[in-house]
């Protein structure tokens, strides 16, 4: 073969190679154009997905303000079939089941959203209100616990944690209850809800250590416990494990007050509740249920102005102290709230709940080493008050 025959196959293999490249070359930057459209696909519909979620809610928002229930959960119920983990919609659901009485649906509501958001402190508050509702004091306390472990800056989450505590310490006296939240939940514990339930167990993380000479020369004799104490004796009927046995007539007026609470009707509640105290003046478990009651529905002031004529009456009576103290620290008055616990553990020293209690109170009040102090001796005499701070 010529040079000229050489130069001339060169040339051609040049271009069939170079062809072959680029063919190559654009198969591949193809793919990739394909690949970026399918993606601003995707992120196009979820973001109209979003967009048609969050007015779909706001829409069911609406109409649950405006008294249409009916009309909130039909709209909560399409969105919730194509969005299951939509948390804002769960969370509705279940206020629109609880202001209903549902508390089983409310329940199954509160799963799913746990589910879905196992960490989110207003999750959990959601399911410590279902178990509330069903009168589950402890499991609402553990998971009231968890969403104030998550977000501690809360004082929603803290102050339910301790008002229902103060609640699962007392009988259940006048409490109106739902048989049937209670036949859905039978164990509602979190350690069958939560997979990692260490907050039980977690130490209290205050602000240093503490010094609490100050109350030793005011605690009472040690050997005198609640049950002892003679107030507490005189009841209108036998104690059994459900807690006293009322008259019928106050077992009527706690009930009529439940009830005031339940329709926002605080003035109302205050008057079946003193017609309660009344009718049995000797028995101090009737105002202690009444502030119990009042804080549970987000009335300080009425279990203030119940308390304070029963701590003259039954002046050795810590759980009234206690409540009260309680009732304060949600008014904000934090000094009232100091007085009022420091007087209750003068007269019982074996309450973790009063500790923990004083311990908030304290650090409220900056006394950061003596908060320290009650908050480490209430999870010494109970460990579920190991709350992290």
């Known amino acids: ?192 809800r939560i997979e990692n339930p260490s907050y039980d167990e977690s130490a209290s993380k205050g602000h240093a250590t503490a010094e609490s000479a100050g109350y030793a020369t005011a605690a009472a004799s040690e050997s005198e416990t609640p049950a002892n104490r003679p107030e507490n004796s005189g009841r209108n009927g036998p104690v059994d494990s459900g807690g006293p046995i009322l008259a019928e007539p106050v077992q009527t007026s706690l009930q009529r007050a439940n009830q005031e609470l339940e329709r926002g009707s605080p003035e109302a509640a205050a008057f079946f509740f003193r017609e309660a105290i009344a009718t049995s003046p000797n028995d101090p478990q009737i105002p202690i249920s009444a502030g119990v009651a009042a804080l549970r529905y987000n009335q300080p002031g009425v279990a203030v102005d119940l308390l304070l004529p029963a701590r003259h009456r039954f002046v050795r009576c810590a759980e009234i102290y206690r409540v009260l103290g309680t009732a304060y620290y949600r008014l904000g008055d934090y000094q009232s709230s100091q007085v009022a616990l420091r007087q209750a553990l003068s007269l019982d020293k074996t309450s973790g709940l009063t500790y923990f209690l004083m311990g908030c109170t304290l650090a409220k009040l900056g006394q950061h080493d003596a908060a320290q102090d009650h908050l480490k001796q209430a999870r010494t005499l109970n460990p579920r008050y190991g709350l992290r701070r």
């Open 1 to 192: 073969m010529n040079a000229t025959a050489r130069l001339a196959c060169c040339v051609l293999l040049s271009v069939l190679t170079a062809g072959c490249a680029g063919f190559d070359l654009a198969d591949t930057e193809g793919k990739a154009v394909s690949e970026k459209l399918k993606q601003r696909n995707e992120e196009v519909t979820t973001a109209l997905e979003s967009k048609r979620a969050a007015a779909e809610f706001q829409a069911a928002l609406a109409r649950f303000s405006q008294g249409d229930a009916a009309g909130c959960e039909q709209d909560l119920t399409q969105l919730l079939r194509r969005n299951p983990g939509y948390r804002d919609a769960r969370l509705l659901a279940v206020e629109v089941c609880l202001t209903d009485n549902r508390v089983g649906e409310a329940l199954k509501h509160a799963q799913h959203a746990m589910e879905a958001h196992p960490d989110d402190p207003h999750v959990s508050y959601t399911m410590g209100l279902v178990l509330d509702a069903a009168g589950q004091e402890a499991g609402a306390a553990a998971y009231y616990q968890r969403a104030a472990e998550l977000d501690p800056e809360s004082e929603l989450f803290t102050m339910a944690h301790l008002t229902v505590l103060e609640a699962a310490e007392q009988a259940p006296v006048g409490r109106v209850s739902n048989p049937s939240a209670n036949s859905v939940l039978e164990n509602p514990s979190p350690e069958r």
